[in-house]
């Protein structure tokens, strides 16, 4: 009741701060922050910068949340880019927080999507879950082989670009790391002699 606490006022701040900005930067914003609040010896200083920023932040990710529009009916009936479904998402190649409502978007089935993020869920994150359910749908026969490599490709569209922005490890983008990962190579020798 009344007045929110410093403390629930400054985990506010460190939530919104890491779903506007991307790894480092966040820490960044985070510890740039911590320093200022530390300078303060005032509870009440401390509250009215807290207060402020709260605020300044809140006001940045409802304009950001409201830049993420509905698809229309035509992209809804773009054919999926990896497999052809007839009706798909739009994904977003380039990360929507940091960029908005860009033009770079694919069109991919609901399926084809989940694969990508899984996919990248492994690659990036290291997911132990998400590698095991993407062997599972790779070698599952439903699956176009052509459909997974384009998968793949998208994911590793974003993947490359993150890496230039800095927010991932370069290794991650690499032919190496996906061999490592997802142990691409048997894939293909498997899918070749599926045929
Ligand atoms: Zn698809
Ligand atoms: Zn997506």
Redesign the pocket.
Known sequence: MGEPSEQALYDELVLLIGELYHGEEAAEIVEAFQASLKSHTQADERMNILTHWVDFYRLRKYRRDRQRRRPTYQERTTA??????PA?HRHHVYDVATHGESERTVA??????E?QHLMYNALVNGSEYSRKLVNHIMYSERVDPA?VEL?LEYCRATIRYEVKQGWVAAEKATDEWIELTLRWSDYQRHARSAV
């Open positions: 999926c880019a990896a497999c052809g479904y798909s991919l089935c609901a399926n084809c999507h694969l459909a998968v």
